[in-house]
């Protein structure tokens, strides 16, 4: 698994503005918090802070969790920085970090290594070794340390949990209207294109092998999406399958882009690509040329999408 950068006290001098949390997907719910907490460090005149873990807590205390993350690492922090965040900084979670107690967190961690001012966290925080502490806990730790907090409602907190919980069933039903809904943007993965078989040119299709590196990264239900792209300034559109490709013999799973009005060499390219909508499932067709008139009717319907979505 992609080890995330991460940020230590010798560089972290500021005193801060921190909220607590995975922010995973830094959807519609999250933005409203990321709102108070920048708009409360220029006001205080302190840096704004997200604290964050990784490997996500599920993946490291629950053996058998596969749960799949709407971001990478990265890619959160990329989105965070654009909602105006001065600084994500990454924890990594382990079994001992999960066994500090909540004041040796709160003294080790947001106090001599974030040098917290005030917090920003919700109604129902706990944490701590076996999450044992909460928000007047915190409030109690404010006073001996010298930070105020600030509490996040329950209605707010009930927004970001269900979003999550809904823009990951969507996705996975491919759903991806209601998911870009959810989040406020248009769901995306980054990825290198990587050599394939070659089998898209060979029926007037030329297909960019798309290779997702972080094995966390949620990919959405297998069918035909319209997509958009970019490289080197100039945007893409086309379509993408994500599937095994049955009608050609296809057995493992792959993520294939026809870029529409493109005829370049992008091996080794990182790639940004948007999910605009989904076009249908994936198929079985009884031949090649059948195949063919359905990516044709794909392509036509792929356009009007995007026309459609600017």
Same mark, same amino acid.
């Given at each position: 698994?992609?080890?995330?950068?991460?940020?230590?006290?010798?560089?972290?001098?500021?005193?801060?503005?921190?909220?607590?949390?995975?922010?995973?997907?830094?959807?519609?719910?999250?933005?409203?918090?990321?709102?108070?907490?920048?708009?409360?460090?220029? =006001?205080?005149?302190?840096?704004?802070?997200?604290?964050?873990?990784?490997?996500?807590?599920?993946?490291?205390?629950?053996?058998?969790?596969?749960?799949?993350?709407?971001?990478?690492?990265? =890619?959160?922090?990329?989105?965070?920085?654009?909602?105006?965040?001065?600084?994500?900084?990454?924890?990594?979670?382990?079994?001992?970090?999960?066994?500090?107690?909540?004041?040796?967190?709160?003294?080790?961690?947001?106090?001599?290594?974030?040098?917290?001012?005030?917090?920003?966290?919700?109604?129902?925080?706990?944490?701590?070794?076996?999450?044992?502490?909460?928000?007047?806990?915190?409030?109690?730790? $404010?006073?001996?340390? $010298?930070?105020?907090?600030?509490?996040?409602?329950?209605?707010?907190?009930?927004?970001?949990?269900?979003?999550?919980?809904?823009?990951?069933?969507?996705?996975?039903?491919?759903?991806?209207?209601?998911?870009?809904?959810?989040?406020?943007?248009?769901?995306?993965?980054? $990825?290198?294109?990587?050599? $394939?078989?070659?089998?898209?040119?060979?029926?007037?299709?030329?297909?960019?092998?798309?290779?997702?590196?972080?094995?966390?990264?949620?990919?959405?239900?297998?069918?035909?999406?319209?997509?958009?792209?970019?490289?080197?300034?100039?945007?893409?559109?086309?379509?993408?399958?994500?599937?095994?490709?049955?009608?050609?013999?296809?057995?493992?799973?792959?993520?294939?882009?026809?870029?529409?009005?493109?005829?370049?060499?992008?091996?080794?390219?990182?790639?940004?690509?948007?999910?605009?909508?989904?076009?249908?499932?994936?198929?079985?067709?009884?031949?090649?040329?059948?195949?063919?008139?359905?990516?044709?009717?794909?392509?036509?319907?792929?356009?009007?999408?995007?026309?459609?979505?600017?």
């Amino acid at each position: 698994m992609q080890q995330p950068k991460t940020h230590h006290s010798k560089i972290y001098k500021s005193n801060s503005v921190v909220t607590i949390g995975t922010f995973d997907g830094v959807h519609i719910g999250h933005q409203k918090i990321i709102k108070r907490l920048t708009n409360s460090g220029k =006001e205080k005149k302190l840096k704004s802070v997200v604290l964050t873990f990784f490997p996500h807590p599920r993946m490291v205390l629950q053996k058998h969790s596969d749960i799949k993350l709407l971001n990478t690492i990265n =890619e959160r922090e990329s989105i965070l920085k654009d909602l105006g965040l001065d600084e994500m900084i990454v924890k990594p979670f382990t079994k001992d970090f999960a066994n500090l107690s909540a004041h040796e967190f709160v003294k080790t961690i947001l106090v001599e290594e974030l040098q917290a001012k005030h917090v920003i966290i919700g109604y129902d925080h706990q944490f701590g070794k076996n999450r044992s502490a909460d928000i007047n806990d915190l409030k109690g730790f $404010g006073k001996e340390f $010298g930070f105020t907090v600030e509490e996040i409602s329950a209605q707010d907190v009930e927004d970001v949990a269900v979003s999550s919980t809904k823009i990951r069933t969507a996705l996975n039903q491919g759903d991806i209207t209601v998911a870009n809904a959810y989040l406020g943007y248009n769901y995306f993965i980054n $990825g290198i294109v990587v050599k $394939g078989k070659g089998l898209g040119k060979k029926i007037g299709f030329p297909t960019a092998n798309i290779e997702v590196i972080e094995d966390y990264k949620l990919i959405p239900k297998d069918g035909v999406y319209a997509i958009k792209s970019n490289l080197n300034d100039e945007p893409l559109l086309g379509m993408m399958n994500i599937g095994n490709n049955p009608t050609v013999g296809g057995s493992n799973k792959t993520i294939e882009v026809n870029f529409f009005d493109f005829d370049e060499d992008i091996y080794g390219k990182s790639l940004k690509i948007e999910f605009i909508s989904r076009l249908r499932d994936e198929q079985k067709f009884e031949s090649v040329e059948l195949l063919q008139d359905q990516l044709k009717k794909d392509k036509l319907e792929t356009i009007n999408s995007l026309r459609n979505h600017g």
